[in-house]
C-alpha cells in the first residue's frame, strides 16, 4: 500500500520508505493510501479471539502487503507482550487501561511496534540505524524502551537537565546497551532544534543513517488502533457493547486519530469524546470552525500541553476537511488543573479507582457528556504513580509504585552531557 502526504505536493511512498522518513519532504503527514473495512465476520466473533489475534488482523489490514506475514505476526506478537484491559467504574463508565506496558503509558503499544518494524524495514542493510529523539519526559522513555536491545539500531535521546521529573528521567537513563541520554544544558525546545539540525545536516546524514522516532510517524500512531478493537471486543463480552462512546485525553491527537481509523475499519464506534486540558485549540476549532494554533500552556496533565496538535491535519483528510462531518462525530470538553484535581478526587471517592491526571480529563469528560442509553470508555493513558506527587496530594493514601516503575529508579543513571552546542552533538554522534 502506497502512502500519501496530506500536504499532497510530495509523492506516495511506500511503507518502507513512510517509516524510514517519518515526515513527507512536503512536510506533512503520512495516510495510507485505503482503509480496509473488516468483514462482519470479523466483529460477530471478535470477542473470542485473543488481544494478539484481533491486533495481527488489523495490522494485515494496513501492513500486510508490505510485510510478509510470518514476519508481520512476529512483530504484533513481541509488541503486544502486555494486556490492555477495560475496567468497569461505575453507570455506564467504563476505563480502558493503556498503562500495563514498560514504562507505564500508552505510547509503549506504538513505539514497540515502530521499533520492530523499522529493524524489519533495515535487516537488508549492514548499517546501524541511528534513532535520534527529543524528550520533555514520556516520549522519550517510551521510545528508549521500545528499542531497547533491537539489533542494529541505536538510539539517542536529548532532554533537557534538570527539567524532567525523576521517574520520567530514570526511564531513559537506566537502561545501557543501545540507548544512551544525552542531557543538554539547555530547554526542550533547544533540544527539538538540535535534532532538528542533525536531520538536515549533509555530513551526518552522509556518514549515518538517521532516523526519528517522531510520535507522527505511520508506524507509531496507526498499531494503536489495536487496542480500540480489543476495548471492543471487551465491552462485547460483557454485553456492553452497544451505543458505544469512545473518550480520549489528547495532545497531539495520534491516540484520537488511531480510533477514528478503527471506526472507519468498521468498528462499531457511535461518536467520540476529544478531552484536553487548557490547551483547548482543538476545543475551540469543535465550537468555531477555525483553527488556531497557540503557545502551548503547562498544566498537571503534561503530556497533553500541546499547542498546535500534528495529527490534526490527519483528521481533516480524514472527513475531507469537512468540518460538518468532523463536529458530527467528534465533540470537545477542556478542563483546568483544578477541575482535573476534583475528577481525580471525586472519582476516588466513588469507586477508590486512582486516575492519573490525563485519565482524569477523559473520565470528567464522560462523567458530563454521556447520554442515556451510551455506554462510554476512557482510555486511562497513563498510570498514575508517574505523576505521583500531584496525586498523592490529593488524596488519603499514596499511590502504590508498581514493580516495574520501581525497578527503573533503582537503576544506575548513565548520561553524557552536552552545551547547548551542534558541534558537540555532532562530534558526539561520529
Ligand atoms: C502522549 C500522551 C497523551 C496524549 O496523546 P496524543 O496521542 O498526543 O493525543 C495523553 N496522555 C498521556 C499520559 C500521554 O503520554
Do not use: W
Not at 490525563?358 to 486511562?380: D, I, R
Amino acid at each position: 500500500m502506497k502512502y500519501y502526504s496530506t500536504n499532497r505536493k510530495s509523492s506516495p511512498v511506500s511503507l518502507r520508505e513512510a517509516v524510514i522518513k517519518g515526515l513527507a519532504p512536503d512536510r506533512g503527514l503520512y495516510m495510507p493510501e485505503c482503509i480496509v473495512r473488516l468483514p462482519d465476520e470479523f466483529y460477530r466473533h471478535i470477542h473470542r479471539l485473543s488481544f494478539q489475534d484481533i491486533a495481527l488482523t488489523v495490522a494485515q489490514a494496513f501492513f500486510g502487503e508490505d510485510v510478509d506475514a510470518q514476519a508481520l505476526e512476529t512483530i504484533v506478537r513481541d509488541t503486544l507482550t502486555f494486556d490492555c484491559p477495560v475496567r468497569p467504574l461505575h453507570d455506564h463508565l467504563y476505563t480502558l487501561e493503556l498503562f500495563h506496558g514498560p514504562t507505564l503509558a500508552f505510547k509503549d503499544v506504538g513505539a514497540r511496534f515502530m521499533a520492530r518494524l523499522l529493524r524489519h524495514f533495515v535487516t537488508t542493510d549492514s548499517q546501524t540505524i541511528q534513532v535520534l529523539v527529543a524528550t520533555s519526559g514520556d516520549t522519550g522513555s517510551a521510545v528508549a524502551n521500545g528499542f531497547l536491545g533491537v539489533d542494529g539500531v541505536q538510539v539517542k535521546v536529548l532532554y533537557p537537565r534538570g527539567k524532567v521529573s525523576a521517574i520520567q528521567e530514570s526511564q531513559f537513563t537506566t537502561l545501557g546497551r543501545n540507548i544512551t541520554a544525552i542531557e543538554v544544558n539547555g530547554t526542550f525546545d533547544d533540544c527539538q532544534s538540535l535534532v532538528k539540525q542533525a536531520f538536515i545536516d549533509a555530513e551526518l546524514n552522509e556518514r549515518l543513517h538517521l532516523t526519528s522516532a517522531n510520535s507522527i510517524n505511520v508506524a507509531r500512531f496507526l498499531p494503536q488502533a489495536f487496542y480500540y478493537f480489543y476495548a471492543y471486543a471487551q465491552m462485547k463480552l460483557m454485553g456492553r457493547e452497544d451505543q458505544l462512546v469512545v473518550c480520549v485525553p489528547s495532545g497531539n491527537f495520534g491516540n484520537l486519530c488511531a480510533a477514528l481509523f478503527a471506526r472507519e475499519m468498521g468498528l462499531p464506534i457511535k461518536r467520540f469524546i476529544a478531552a484536553n486540558n487548557a490547551n483547548d485549540v482543538f476545543f475551540k476549532y469543535l465550537q468555531t470552525g477555525t483553527y488556531h494554533p497557540k503557545p502551548s500552556i503547562p498544566t498537571i496533565a503534561n503530556a497533553m500541553d500541546v499547542g498546535n496538535p500534528s495529527n490534526f491535519a490527519r483528521i481533516l483528510d480524514l472527513y475531507g476537511e469537512s468540518y460538518e462531518k468532523i463536529n458530527a462525530l467528534i465533540s470537545g470538553s477542556r478542563f483546568t488543573d483544578d477541575e482535573i484535581r476534583t475528577a481525580i478526587r471525586t472519582c476516588y471517592e466513588r469507586t477508590s479507582y486512582i486516575l492519573d491526571p490525563h485519565g482524569a480529563c477523559g473520565y470528567q469528560a464522560l462523567c458530563q457528556q454521556l447520554q442515556t442509553g451510551e455506554h462510554g470508555l476512557f482510555c486511562e493513558t497513563a498510570h498514575p504513580a508517574k505523576f505521583k506527587e500531584t496525586v498523592d496530594a490529593l488524596l488519603p493514601t499514596p499511590v502504590p509504585i508498581p514493580e516495574r516503575l520501581s525497578r527503573f529508579l533503582q537503576g544506575q543513571k548513565q548520561t553524557l552531557r552536552i552545551e547547548n552546542d551542534f558541534a558537540q552533538l555532532k562530534a558526539l554522534l561520529l
